[in-house]
């Protein structure tokens, strides 16, 4: 498998051991955190360090040299100012004054936090709003916070006017009642783009992708059982899905450069690209909006002529043979539209996540990847009904033979899952080799009744 040069994602093992401290420290000095950081691990099988969103650490702590020499790079400037690591994953870091640490856990909804909780927390920043924070425990100089974001990287709660709330209230609603189910998919397509059009020219882009993507696991929840019973551990300490760490489409080779087209609108820059050779046939894009915090991981059946070119944007023509990617998309629809996200996948203690879920009934399929560093896993495939329309087409086109057919009309046909992942040492990139096998494994023509 090829994939870009310019994205060659290296481990960081000194910037995790430094950053480890620091959290370490914070929950040593708060006791809600440390019973926090146990429940996290115990009820949902999820690791404290992927919930940080940011550290700020007094000036007395640490300096711009030791910041650089870990691969941090100054964001911001002024008073307070904010530290990224652009090579890895890893919490922002801000400078303040004085001698206070303070780590902010990231959540989808603070008053779902305080709500699960019991606790009695002043919400800075008004509902609905870009970022909204409160401090939830405070021992002397050291404190715990949590944040909700939605589009915004900044630190500080966000000012808006009533009108600008009531305008990203209507393109949450709008976004998540959308028309998924066209006669013709370019028809949604261009549906899906005019909305996003509009809800970025009232609200913003980087507001708008992140209100996009909150109904796109809604919806995509809505489909799962495994997202449904994952969501339902994490919810009860009031977390929500803001362990995300990328979202997975599959589209059409036809529909490719408007599924594109579409992410890019949102804000989206290409990032790497993957080709898992003659033998897999198939290819992906790997798409990023910093602000908004969205990864995207686009799939489609792809040639080996192909992957030379630009195919993100030239466009692609349909083939009479089908790959996984595309046979799934024909008989489930187009992932942007009808199916919705092939699977979410978040970031988890890997073993303690696939065993607490077996608990719950949900199994997952064995891992396919298992470094050190990165380990990947998809739960057992959601079956979905087929219709007969699509199983027809399919079978007319030459796409499934009629024990196929008869087997997805009876049977369904796998569709969704949850993802689990583990990411170690900042490593922001993903197993080539192993995507590869796992896609050979979800074709839905090679599954067995």
Known sequence: MTVSEKFDWRQFPDTQRWVAQWIDQVVD???????????????????????????????????????????????????????????????????????????????????????????????????????????????????????????????????????????????GEAFRLRRRDCEDDQQGFDEAFRLIETACDQIGVDWACSLFFAAEREYWQWRNRAAQTQDKRQNRLGLGWANHDHHTYRSSREHFASLVKLLERLGMKCRERFYGGAEAGWGAQVLEQPVAGIVVFADVDLSPEEVAGDFAHEGLQAQASLGTVGMWCKLHGEAILQAGMHHLECQFDFKAARDQLADQGIESMAPFTDFDHLKQSFTQGEKWPVTSKRLNRALEQGWITSEQAERFRHEGSLGSHLEVLQRWDGYKGFNQTGISDIIRKTDPRLETS
Do not use: Y
Not at 52 to 58: E, F, K
Not at 75 to 99: M, N
């Open 29 to 171: 000095a708060i006791p809600f955190l440390a019973t926090l950081q146990a429940r996290m691990g115990n009820e949902t099988g999820t690791q404290l360090q992927d919930w940080v969103d940011h550290l700020v650490l007094g000036e007395s702590r640490v300096t711009d040299d030791d910041l650089i020499s870990l691969g941090f790079a100054r964001a911001s400037s002024g008073i307070e100012s904010v530290w990224c690591h652009a090579g890895g994953l890893f919490p922002k870091i801000q400078v303040a004054q004085g001698d206070e640490l303070r780590l902010a856990l990231k959540v989808d909804s603070v008053s779902d936090f305080l709500f699960a909780h019991q606790l009695d927390a002043t919400i800075d920043g008004a509902p609905q709003t870009p970022c909204r924070t409160a401090v939830v425990a405070q021992s002397g100089s050291t404190a715990v916070l949590v944040i909700e974001r939605h589009g915004t990287s900044g630190m500080e709660p966000s000012i808006c006017e009533p009108k600008q709330v009531q305008q990203a209230t209507a393109v």
